[in-house]
């Protein structure tokens, strides 16, 4: 099944594409991941709730989905940036731009981020 999303006026279908299984992503704990066309992803379960924002650190790249995440925050491994994996938004320097939000859905066992 397909969400509908709307940019800009246009509307569009999104592909939902299964990157784990529920049981792969413990509570409190986030995953590296990445899409089938390259795109790096951090996949993060909060509460039993799976959050995905862009798994590149927008600072230099670190791997996000390798950080800590305490609450709705996970910190860069690599430089200590952080972002809330609920919108993507900075928390903390040196990052200065925010990560790329994805949508995310459970079908069955499935966890499914929208691309």
């Keep these: 099944m397909s969400a509908e999303v709307s940019w800009k006026g246009v509307r569009e279908m ?8 529920a049981g792969d992503v413990p509570p409190g704990q986030v995953s ?3 899409l089938g066309d390259g795109t790096q992803v951090c996949l993060a379960n909060v509460d039993g709730t799976f959050y995905a924002i862009g798994g590149d650190c927008t600072h230099q790249g670190g791997p996000l989905g390798e950080g800590e995440l305490d609450g709705t925050v996970v910190t860069c491994p690599w430089h200590g940036s952080k972002f809330d994996v609920t919108t993507g938004a900075v928390k903390g320097p040196p990052a200065s731009q925010p990560e790329p939000k994805y949508e995310v859905r459970i079908a069955g066992d499935d966890v499914q981020v929208a691309v």
Aim: no cysteine; glycine share 0%; hydrophobic share 55%.
């Design 32 to 34: 590296q991941l990445k």
């Design 14 to 21: 999104a592909e939902f594409v299964s990157v784990a299984k």
